[in-house]
């Protein structure tokens, strides 16, 4: 018996990963001689020669095989029907399949799953997945994914598109990879174990994920044969332990299989961490200067020094009246969002607030980034007193809320964003998250704050930062950490540390990308990393100094800097312009991909690759990176000329409201106009497309063109500007536009102003009457409503507009 074998483990918490040498006991419906078991090794290999007349000795492997067999009109679909057709499982198979697996994959064709599913008795409408099913947004626990396709699903004329088996489907497998792809990897990176049965790396794409995270290797488990040769041996050394004792000694071992019960305890949690405010209390150890001076330099964040610390500001700045808001705001509310521009420290606020929430009798939870909360954890929680859940982002919350249902009323939930999501997604905030919602804003540093701040720096010893002119009373923590950068002794200090990173092309990349992603305050996926780039980011940092984790934090979900303010001085002040540029058309384009491919547009992987693609083509983005210079232009427009060229960003709408806003900025308005227009020309061909974007930026557009016109002559787009008049004021009751629609009746006065004597009788009247409408929604918003959003200014300027319409004179015209 292996001694690296686990002696007890969950089977709930458990990955079964099911290779062709797990249904090698079964019996098919082939009555053929050698061939009455679902293939193993070169068996299918030899029935599709056999079938097609190729010699025994073709040297060409089953995926050619396969490709010619289709190719050339043989019945491929009743060979593989008959062999892999399951009328009898062995017993050693009902042993493993009766356990509840946390997930079962495999690559197999068979339908062994399903027929051991149906002689229990069990639903499997919900529990049996297909590599060509739509991926949900929830997987129930004990489903099953065929990751290479099913005999199930398939059908006579699609064999090719519903099995991954000719040598054309497995590249188009790789490039195109399935969401289903992602569950796997966040199940095999959350689970307790992976046992691999009869699995031994021959099939690419699942080995890819091992090799893309090695800290999984030693949860993973290779049941096999023995093996006759070392090869065979080594051949998965680097993903896990082989053991040898194959199904039957599997099985023998499933007496270690212990299905947990409720957790008893808060760390027992699997999906979510605790906050325990016991623990490490005997021994605090306050932060080092050294560590303070790494968190202003780095934005490298030590939980447990906070800890330590608060209340008082010892490592990190307390904002103690900030703080005392979110107590009250949570004993009003049943959903707390902590909001700020991207750099402006409201995850450490966050943070901060676990620790203090814990030291007054409230128990926090953080669900783990890219974990499903478990049934069981929730349970748990459901129990405990004044429970506050955190997420780890707002997608996450989204994601997640409805799987809370049955919470205590005392719950509290705590989601973390930043305000230029909040702003876009406001009437989605308000109708996915919990019971009453509330906001807190923290962008600004307060008078205590700004006190504190400077007593910190002169404690890490930096007190000449602590004499910056920029600390005063409504400060934006973001502006002080970028101006501290140019402090001497800081700016070498990040040299000293980033600098050699950068002398590997491919660490420049895998770094670059993840900057790009953190500064546009978007998640670091590894997987999207790789994407992007085509480099293996694990592979590449561990080829670097240990001073690597000085400038990145990076494990199994994310690889970034550790700070979004760091990230995006490291963008200004060590990458090339033109290099920056040609890693946002890098990332784009694989969000554009994933985007083309998507078969589910509510789900995460969705909505994170259509907010990575707006977010870092957006040209305030681009701008503030390059710089507001002819050079920095020249830049953005190649980049964008890029997109415009590249097959699948060109399709996107919000990819030519970028561009469009481009020329506004020039201003060219005939390309801005015209591709303004383009980009609602692409958004008719996806028709789940929602518009509020472009309709927003194309009402002030219309604006500034008639602005721009020339007087004397008449209003040339008035029939559009009614129109797109009527459909923002309807926008106005939703909170997530409101700020935008605003922003762009600001402009009518002016133009009413400047060609007042262009408009026609009937045109005067007819926009007086439709901007009346618009005065009479601003003015029904509510105290709150018009304050958060500034409308009032809005609604002040269209009644001059009004006014001065009412009062044109048409005598003479």
């Avoid at 790494?294 to 990190?316: M, N, T, V």
């Avoid at 919470?407 to 702003?423: F, G, H, K, N």
């Avoid at 509330?438 to 704050?449: A, C, E, H, I, M």
């Avoid at 999207?528 to 590449?540: H, L, M, R, S």
Wanted: glycine letters at 6%; proline letters at 5%.
């Amino acid at each position: 018996m292996s001694d690296e074998f686990p002696t007890s483990f969950d089977p709930s918490r458990c990955v079964l990963f099911l290779g062709a040498g797990f249904s090698a006991g079964a019996k098919n419906r082939s009555t053929r001689k050698n061939f009455q078991s679902p293939p193993v090794g070169s068996a299918l290999n030899d029935a599709m020669k056999e079938m097609s007349g190729l010699p025994k000795d073709d040297p060409s492997d089953f995926a050619d095989t396969a490709g010619y067999v289709i190719s050339e009109g043989y019945d491929l679909f009743s060979l593989l029907e008959e062999l892999y057709t399951i009328r009898e499982l062995s017993e050693e198979q009902k042993e493993v399949l009766k356990l509840p697996w946390w997930r079962i994959y495999t690559t197999n064709y068979d339908n062994s799953v399903a027929v051991y599913r149906a002689a229990s008795g069990e639903k499997q409408g919900a529990l049996i997945h297909d590599i060509t099913d739509p991926v949900p947004r929830q997987i129930r626990p004990g489903a099953t994914i065929h990751l290479h396709g099913s005999i199930a699903k398939c059908e006579p004329d699609n064999v090719d598109k519903s099995l991954v088996l000719s040598r054309a489907s497995y590249i188009e497998q790789r490039v195109k990879k399935s969401e289903w792809w992602d569950w796997y990897e966040r199940d095999i990176k959350t689970c307790q174990f992976v046992f691999f049965l009869g699995y031994d790396i021959n099939d690419f794409e699942p080995a890819s994920y091992l090799a893309r995270h090695p800290d999984l290797k030693s949860k993973c488990h290779f049941i096999l044969r023995a093996p006759k040769s070392p090869v065979a041996i080594s051949k998965v050394s680097n993903f896990g332990y082989r053991h040898s004792f194959q199904m039957e000694g599997f099985v023998k071992r499933l007496s270690g299989a212990i299905v947990a019960k409720r957790p008893e305890h808060e760390n027992e949690l699997v999906t979510f961490q605790y906050v325990d405010p016991a623990k490490d209390n005997k021994l605090p150890e306050k932060a080092t200067s050294a560590e303070i001076q790494e968190l202003f330099s780095f934005g490298r964040f030590r939980f447990h020094a906070a800890k330590a610390s608060l209340p008082e500001s010892d490592y990190i700045l307390f904002r103690k009246n900030s703080t005392n808001s979110a107590l009250g705001l949570l004993q009003e509310s049943n959903t707390l969002i902590v909001h700020a521009r991207i750099g402006n420290g409201k995850t450490i606020f966050v943070e901060s607030l676990k620790v203090i929430l814990s030291e007054k009798s409230y128990q926090c939870f953080t669900l783990k980034p890219g974990m499903s909360p478990l049934p069981q954890d929730i349970l748990f929680i459901s129990g405990v007193e004044n429970p506050i859940i955190f997420f780890p982002s707002y997608d996450s919350a989204v994601a997640n809320f409805h799987l809370f249902e049955g919470m205590p009323d005392d719950a509290r939930y705590i989601v973390e964003m930043p305000t230029s999501i909040l702003q876009v997604r406001m009437q989605e905030v308000q109708s996915r998250l919990r019971g009453k919602t509330s906001r807190l804003r923290v962008d600004t540093l307060d008078k205590d704050d700004v006190t504190n701040l400077k007593e910190l720096l002169k404690k890490g010893g930096m007190t000449r930062l602590a004499r910056s002119p920029i600390l005063k009373p409504g400060v934006e923590l973001r502006d002080f950490i970028l101006a501290s950068y140019e402090d001497p002794e800081i700016a070498a200090r990040l040299q000293k540390a980033v600098g050699p990173l950068f002398e590997s092309a491919a660490a420049k990349r895998v770094i670059v990308t993840a900057a790009i992603l953190k500064a546009a305050g978007l998640p670091t996926e590894p997987v999207f990393i790789e994407d992007a780039t085509g480099d293996d980011p694990y592979a590449t940092l561990h080829s670097l100094s240990e001073g690597v984790s000085e400038v990145l934090e990076y494990g199994l979900e994310k690889i970034e800097p550790h700070s979004s303010i760091f990230s995006e001085y490291i963008l200004k002040k060590y990458i090339d312009k033109t290099e920056f540029a040609g890693a946002v058309l890098r990332i784009a384009s694989e969000a554009a991909r994933r985007i083309d491919d998507a078969t589910d547009e509510t789900s995460e992987r969705f909505r994170l690759a259509r907010n990575i693609m707006s977010s870092t083509l957006r040209f305030s983005f681009l701008e503030s990176v390059v710089g507001r210079t002819p050079e920095g232009r020249k830049i953005i427009k190649r980049l964008y000329e890029g997109c415009r060229r590249d097959v699948t960003i060109q399709k996107e709408p919000l990819f030519w409201l970028q561009y469009s806003i481009f020329w506004q900025d020039a201003p060219r308005w005939d390309l801005a106009e015209s591709h303004i227009k383009e980009a609602y020309d692409r958004a008719e061909a996806k028709p789940s497309f929602k518009t509020y974007q472009l309709d927003t930026n194309y009402l002030g557009l219309l604006f500034d063109l008639e602005f721009h016109g020339k007087v004397g002559e008449k209003i040339s787009r008035f029939d559009e500007i009614l129109d797109i008049i009527d459909v923002c004021r309807a926008m106005i009751d939703d909170g997530s536009h409101r700020g935008h629609v605003a922003k762009s009746f600001n402009k009518v006065e002016r133009m009413v102003s400047k060609r007042a004597e262009d408009f026609s009788r009937a045109q005067a009247a007819a926009l007086t009457y439709a901007l009346n409408l618009v005065v009479n929604k601003f003015s029904s918003l509510t105290p709150e409503e018009r304050a958060v959003w500034g409308t009032d200014s809005t609604r002040e300027s269209l009644e001059r507009a009004v006014s001065k319409l009412k009062n044109l004179s048409f005598t003479g015209r």
